[in-house]
Structure formats: structure tokens, C-alpha cells
């Protein structure tokens, strides 16, 4: 990954290109320090980054323990360290859904208004409902060298 893009400070819209997983780990953790929404959505197709994401945003906002997908189970909740911002992250993974009405019984809502849950969903375009007033959409995409991550502010 080239070094400018994390001189860049983030905008309502930013993009950096991600040659190796280890780029994606590390813009997610940049973006720890700078995105302030607690409800982040990640789209994207399979296999473009979204889990590598989120494995390099906990370790950014200290958490040391195992990270997998919740993709079976899809979700999983990390404690955090002492944090000054959240104590617990949610991170679900919508692609099994067989319907948009089953990831209702998620309760995304409760955890969305909770200022001290972070929340990050995959493939949020699955779920019936988007019940929090503002996010932070990050699109990821393969490209010829590795993958791109964008980033949208509603």
C-alpha cells in the first residue's frame, strides 16, 4: 500500500488501495482513531476484505483474543479493554439470512443506540431494516493489485 493514504486525514469520503491483507488491518485501524459513528456497515463481495477489517479495527482498539468470522453464527461480540469510547464491539455478518424478517430476532437496534457499543455489520443490505440515524459505509472491491476500501459517511 502506498504511504499516502494514511497521511491523508479522513473526509465524508475517502479511499485507500490495499495491496496485502495486512493494508486492510491497517486502515481499519486508522480509522479507529477517526470514524466517531458507532454503527460502521461493510459491503463488499466475498473474499474482498470485510473480516480482515475487523480483525485489524479490534486489534487497533486493543482487543488480543481471536477474531473469526461470524459467519455461521452470525454474530459475535468482543469486550474490549478499557476503552475511552467503547467497551464492547458486535460484529454480524448478515450473508446467511434466508430472509431480511430473520435478522430482526439480532436486536440491532438496542446495541445501535447504545453509545458505547460499537457496532459493524456485513453485508447490511440483508437485513429489513436500518435502524440507526447515521453510519459509516465502507465499500470494499477487488482491483488489479489487492483490494480498495472506500469510505462513506451517511
Not at 486489534?59 to 452470525?74: A, D, I, N, Q
Request: glycine content about 6%.
Amino acid at each position: 500500500m502506498k504511504r499516502a493514504p494514511y497521511q491523508n486525514t479522513t473526509t465524508p469520503s475517502s479511499s485507500w488501495a490495499c495491496p496485502r491483507p495486512q493494508d486492510t488491518a491497517r486502515v481499519a485501524r486508522l480509522l479507529t482513531d477517526t470514524v466517531r459513528d458507532n454503527v460502521w456497515l461493510l459491503r463488499g463481495p466475498l473474499g474482498s476484505g470485510k473480516t480482515t477489517f475487523v480483525r485489524g479495527l479490534l486489534r487497533g482498539l486493543g482487543y488480543r483474543g481471536v477474531v473469526t468470522s461470524p459467519t455461521f453464527v452470525l454474530t459475535r461480540t468482543y469486550l474490549l479493554p478499557p476503552n475511552k469510547r467503547w467497551g464492547v464491539v458486535l460484529h454480524i455478518d448478515a450473508y446467511r439470512l434466508r430472509d431480511r424478517h430473520e435478522g430482526a430476532a439480532l436486536d440491532i437496534a438496542s446495541a445501535a443506540m447504545n453509545p458505547r457499543c460499537l457496532v459493524v455489520i456485513e453485508w447490511p443490505e440483508r437485513l429489513q431494516e436500518h435502524p440507526w440515524s447515521s453510519s459509516h459505509t465502507l465499500r470494499f472491491r477487488h482491483i488489479k493489485n489487492g483490494r480498495q476500501i472506500s469510505l462513506r459517511t451517511k
